[in-house]
């Protein structure tokens, strides 16, 4: 048999053409330039609608490379190797060593082209530099400015949590912190985020949390609300001492879930279970830094003997119940014309 095309002589004839002739329209195009969009601060790569963290620049090119050929109708299969060369940090040349496979028969073509990466910003950099929040975390004192140590406690809450949900998830990030009315403002990036860290706030301080949320716009359809959650931390603090009705208590237990707060009866030593509204008619003394130590000059069952610690006055103290001297000196708090021993805890 003849080949109709090139009068070959050969038994291996397709639709009259022998092998060469038939595979002589088998070929493969490439675009003579591929673009792939490169993040210029977190170097993401733009993957269709969706961009891609941390990439492998070559399993990226080569992905790039292989959804742009276009082979032609007689190609069945074909299979590719690549070779880059940087000719810039901007271009890459490419050389394909392409194998087109019809039928049984095989057919190598050579293809070049060249990557350029573009400059872009992904989505979460975009945001990022466009100061985007979704929700603001309030934290404000009720009376007082927040301490040092609260404000040092909320920011290592607010900086740890962010960190641990963020984990391979970029999009959850603080986008600014400003301290503001003697207390802290948070801008978050997610808004289930935010309200779980206002949550969680309230509950280490016994604070109260209000919610409230500003219409921002539309976005596929739906509103798209900012949220504010602001936390009101009370003026006092496990540990402190604060005065209610001329009797001097210790806070020892804020319960956010209930409202309620426990505080030992320092005359008596007796717990008692407060509503927090009613502590805020209470007078805040202070923390245990308030708290003196006594010289002890004697003692009986019931009362002890010690110097008072500003004029060194004997003074007669009752003992709280259950209460053990230790050493030579004792723990008491002094307010107004009131001292009082300390219970031990």
């Known amino acids: 048999?003849?080949?109709?095309?090139?009068?070959?002589?050969?038994?291996?004839?397709?639709?009259?053409l022998c092998g060469d002739c038939y595979m002589a329209d088998a070929d493969i195009k490439i675009p003579s330039s591929l673009d792939i969009e490169v993040c210029t601060t977190c170097g993401a790569v733009k993957d269709g609608h969706r961009w891609i963290e941390r990439p492998d620049m070559e399993t990226v090119m080569l992905q790039r490379i292989d959804g742009s050929l276009e082979p032609t109708y007689k190609v069945d299969?074909?299979?590719?190797?690549?070779?880059?060369?940087e000719e810039d940090r901007r271009n890459i040349h490419v050389e394909l060593d392409v194998e087109l496979e019809t039928r049984d028969l095989k057919k190598s073509v050579i293809k070049e082209s060249r990557i350029i990466l573009k400059n872009g910003q992904c989505r979460v950099c975009s945001r990022v530099h466009g100061h985007y929040y979704e929700a603001i975390i309030q934290v404000r004192p009720t009376l007082r400015e927040l301490t040092e140590e609260q404000m040092t406690t909320v920011k290592e809450?607010?900086?740890?949590?962010?960190?641990?949900?963020?984990?391979?998830?970029?999009?959850?990030?603080?986008?600014?912190?400003?301290?503001?009315?003697?207390?802290?403002?948070?801008?978050?990036?997610?808004?289930?985020?935010?309200?779980?860290?206002?949550?969680?706030?309230?509950?280490?301080?016994?604070?109260?949390?209000?919610?409230?949320?500003?219409?921002?716009?539309m976005e596929d359809g739906k509103s798209i609300y900012?949220?504010?959650?602001?936390?009101?931390?009370?003026?006092?603090?496990?540990?402190?001492?604060?005065?209610?009705?001329?009797?001097?208590?210790?806070?020892?237990?804020?319960?956010?879930?209930?409202?309620?707060?426990?505080?030992?009866?320092?005359?008596?030593?007796?717990?008692?279970?407060?509503?927090?509204?009613?502590?805020?008619?209470?007078?805040?003394?202070?923390?245990?830094?308030?708290?003196?130590?006594s010289v002890?000059?004697?003692?009986?069952?019931?009362?002890?003997?010690v110097l008072d610690p500003d004029d060194y006055k004997t003074r007669t103290l009752v003992k709280p119940p259950g209460y053990v001297t230790e050493g030579d000196t004792v723990s008491v708090l002094k307010h107004m014309d009131?001292?009082?021993i300390l219970p031990r805890t």
């Open 226 to 293: 900012k949220m504010t959650y602001s936390v009101r931390v009370p003026a006092y603090e496990r540990g402190d001492f604060v005065v209610i009705s001329d009797t001097i208590f210790q806070v020892r237990e804020i319960r956010t879930s209930s409202g309620h707060v426990t505080l030992t009866n320092l005359e008596t030593g007796e717990p008692v279970t407060v509503d927090r509204k009613d502590m805020e008619e209470a007078e805040i003394l202070g923390d245990e830094s308030i708290v003196q130590e």
């Open 77 to 85: 299969r074909y299979s590719f190797a690549a070779a880059f060369r």
């Open 338 to 340: 009131k001292m009082l």
């Open 1 to 16: 048999m003849f080949c109709v095309e090139c009068g070959k002589e050969t038994e291996d004839i397709r639709e009259g």
């Open 157 to 217: 809450m607010v900086n740890r949590e962010v960190k641990v949900k963020r984990g391979d998830e970029r999009s959850i990030f603080i986008t600014s912190t400003e301290e503001k009315h003697g207390g802290i403002d948070f801008y978050m990036s997610d808004n289930g985020v935010s309200k779980k860290l206002a949550k969680r706030i309230a509950e280490t301080f016994g604070g109260e949390t209000t919610t409230s949320g500003k219409l921002a716009g």
């Open 296 to 305: 002890l000059v004697s003692e009986d069952e019931k009362e002890v003997k």
